[in-house]
Every structure is written in structure tokens, then in C-alpha cells.
């Protein structure tokens, strides 16, 4: 599905509305700031899987490059723009995982860690009223990512079986390396 369209189907399916990307783009005055915590934060998670670490650990270099895209990454979710653009480098970055074989049991638990991390710096710094509507747009700018990411990964997957892949890491890899290859 074209990204542009897949975006407005997971904003209406998630009841985002423009005053949802509003509020975010206010919260990014609290939130943008700890992005460099954040990323920190997550790579020390991701660090102690041993099997998460390998990855991490496989180039030099590799994690101190991911603090700063990471720390990008996060600020973006409060950027108040969510439009064809966004969609796009979404997927772009669902597809880079998926080339290097980090599926939905790697990226779903870790989204679940940036809430985390997140909701617990929501709740300190913002006034009680203030941080229900905090949490209901956060939550679904997190569902539209996952949605992003989830379906970049139908497609690499559907691409590499439709190549002769029969396993399906290795479809799902070679699919996303061919989609980021022609893009
Ligand atoms: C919430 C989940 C995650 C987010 C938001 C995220 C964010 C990002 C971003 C923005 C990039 C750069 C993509 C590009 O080159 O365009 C990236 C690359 C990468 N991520 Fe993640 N990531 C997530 C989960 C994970 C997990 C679970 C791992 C497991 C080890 C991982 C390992 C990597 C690696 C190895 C790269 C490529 C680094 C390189 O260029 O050498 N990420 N990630």
C-alpha cells in the first residue's frame, strides 16, 4: 500500500486527528529535550539481550552512531507534521531493521520501552489533567509507528517469498534489501 494512504487508514483507525498532532507538537517542549536520555535509556536495554547485542556490537561504532538517530527518531514523534513524508521514512527505517533481520519480537517489545521510558517522564513532568490527554496522543502516534513498521515488513516479506525465498528471515531480509535497494 502506498505510504501516503496506509497513513491516513492507521490515523483514522486510530482516531488521530489534527488536534492530536497539535498536542504532541506542544509536549515536544518536554519531551524533545530527554531524547538523548531516552536513547541512552534504550540501548542499554537493547544491550543487555544477548542476542540484541550481538547486533548492536557487530560494526564499530554502530550503537554511538544509533544514539544520534535514534535521538532524531524520537523527536520526530513530536514534530506535529505526520504526513507522506513521515509515512515514507517510517518505512524506510522498518525496512532497515528488516534487512538485518530484526523482526516484530525485537521492534514490538522495544516500542513498548520507549512508552515506558516516556509515560514516566510524562507523569513527572506535566500537571495531573494535562498528562491524560498527553498519554492518548502518544499512544496513538505509538500505534501509527508500529502500524508503519509492522506493515514495511508485510511487504519485504511478501517481496522476498515472491523471489524464491523459502526461509522466511532470509525472504524477509532479502525483500527489505531489495524495496531499499530500488528506493
Ligand atoms: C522502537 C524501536 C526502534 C526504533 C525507533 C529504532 C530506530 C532506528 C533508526 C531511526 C535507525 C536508522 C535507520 C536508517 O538508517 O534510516 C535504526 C537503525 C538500526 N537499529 Fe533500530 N530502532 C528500534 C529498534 C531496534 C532494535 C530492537 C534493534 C536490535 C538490535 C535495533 C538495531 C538497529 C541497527 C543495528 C540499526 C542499523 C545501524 C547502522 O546503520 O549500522 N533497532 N534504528
Request: charged letters at 25%; a negative charge; hydrophobic letters at 45%.
Amino acid at each position: 500500500m502506498d505510504p501516503g494512504d496506509l497513513l491516513a487508514l492507521l490515523k483514522r483507525r486510530t482516531g488521530f486527528t489534527e488536534a492530536h498532532a497539535a498536542l504532541l507538537k506542544e509536549l515536544g517542549q518536554v519531551m524533545t529535550p530527554i531524547a538523548p536520555e531516552v536513547a541512552l535509556a534504550f540501548y542499554d536495554y537493547l544491550g543487555r539481550d544477548p542476542e540484541l547485542a550481538e547486533i548492536l556490537h557487530a560494526v564499530p561504532g554502530r550503537v554511538e552512531r544509533l544514539y544520534g538517530t535514534f535521538a532524531r527518531w524520537y523527536a520526530g514523534l513530536f514534530s506535529g507534521v505526520y504526513d507522506r513524508v513521515y509515512a515514507e521514512g517510517r518505512r524506510r527505517i522498518g525496512l532497515v531493521h528488516a534487512r538485518l533481520g530484526i523482526g516484530p519480537r525485537a521492534m514490538v517489545p522495544a516500542m513498548g520501552i520507549v512508552q515506558e521510558l516516556s509515560l514516566e517522564h510524562m507523569r513527572t513532568a506535566l500537571r495531573g489533567p494535562e498528562v491524560f490527554s498527553a498519554v492518548e496522543a502518544f499512544e496513538k502516534v505509538l500505534a501509527i509507528e508500529l502500524g508503519l513498521i509492522e506493515e514495511s515488513y508485510l511487504e519485504a516479506l511478501s517481496l522476498g517469498l515472491s523471489l524464491g525465498h523459502k526461509d522466511l528471515r532470509r525472504a524477509l531480509s532479502e525483500g527489505a534489501a531489495a524495496l531499499l535497494a530500488g528506493s
